[in-house]
């Protein structure tokens, strides 16, 4: 992924919040994840309007204590592992 990307959140997915985590459910490889509120949040600003830049930007001004590199890659770290689970895509012109 480069940081000028931009992804979107696959709308079929599920979420449901249990025990302080949001458990989601995707429809393809019907399996559940579960996410932390931080990973929550993030998946939502994949609205396919925002670059990784802009998603990485934005959480870190919502921990404006923690070490920038550190909330940086936290967010890169994120976003590769909601890819990966396909909880999130690659916008395309199809996809706006």
């Known amino acids: 992924m480069d ?47 925002k670059t990784i830049v802009d998603i990485i930007a934005t959480v870190t001004n919502l921990f404006p204590e923690t070490d920038k590199d550190l909330v940086q890659a936290d967010v890169q770290k994120c976003l590769q592992d909601v890819f990966k689970r396909k909880l999130v895509k690659m916008r395309t012109d199809q996809t706006k």
């Open 3 to 49: 940081r000028g990307d931009i992804l979107v959140f696959d709308s079929r997915i599920r979420f449901a919040k249990e025990s302080g985590n949001f458990v989601t459910f995707h429809p393809d490889t019907r399996v559940m994840h579960s996410l932390n509120e931080t990973a929550y949040r993030i998946v939502l600003m994949c609205d396919g309007t």
